[in-house]
């Protein structure tokens, strides 16, 4: 009998510059960051995402965490991995791989996002897919500006605060 129960293996990197940060993958890869420091979190993530085992494993995750914990602390600017995608809808799918595309030190608008995924209208609805991005960090999401240039909501972290600091980040200061 084959277990149909889709499963994630979780793991805690405890000394990022952001803090506590949980990370997720699944048979199909990387599926889900928290930055924060109460496993609840990522668990319920998870939960809502149709994941049914949660099962912690560090050697699993590890060489995510360590790609991560490079990216944070100025060491790589690129990720190699894969990403499951298999809990997000089309659209935020569309709205994340071209957000995924966004060069490293660059900045894009909602709009922008919305005219490269040919739904000119949508940039309200790459906002709440951007709000909803399972993946941080690596889907660049902080990367994401208003129209007027300012920075304009971010989930991880310290909000605001953490968008901020991972822009400043990647323009090397």
Same mark, same amino acid.
């Given at each position: 009998?084959?277990?149909? *129960?889709?499963s994630a293996w =979780? #793991?805690?990197? #405890?000394s990022s510059p952001l803090g506590v940060i949980w990370i997720a993958v699944s048979e199909n890869g990387l599926a889900a960051i928290e930055i924060h420091p109460e496993k609840d979190r990522i668990i319920k993530q998870l939960d809502k995402m149709g994941?049914? +085992? =949660? =099962?912690?494993?560090? *050697?699993r995750v590890s060489p995510i965490c360590k790609q991560i914990l490079d990216y944070l602390t100025?060491? +790589?600017r690129t990720f190699d991995l894969d990403i499951d995608w298999s809990s997000m809808g089309h659209f935020q799918q569309n709205a994340l791989k071209a957000t995924l595309a966004i060069p490293f030190g660059k900045t894009a608008t909602y709009q922008d996002i919305a005219q490269q995924i040919n739904a000119p209208r949508a940039a309200r609805a790459v906002g709440r897919a951007e709000a909803t991005n399972p993946i941080p960090l690596v889907i660049p999401c902080h990367r994401v500006i208003g129209a007027d240039g300012k920075l304009h909501g971010y989930g991880g972290g310290k909000g605001i605060e953490t968008k901020a600091w991972l822009l400043q980040l990647e323009k090397g200061g």
């Open positions: 009998m084959v277990n149909l *129960e889709k =979780i #793991s805690k990197l #405890s994941f049914k +085992r =949660i =099962i912690e494993d560090a *050697e100025g060491k +790589r």
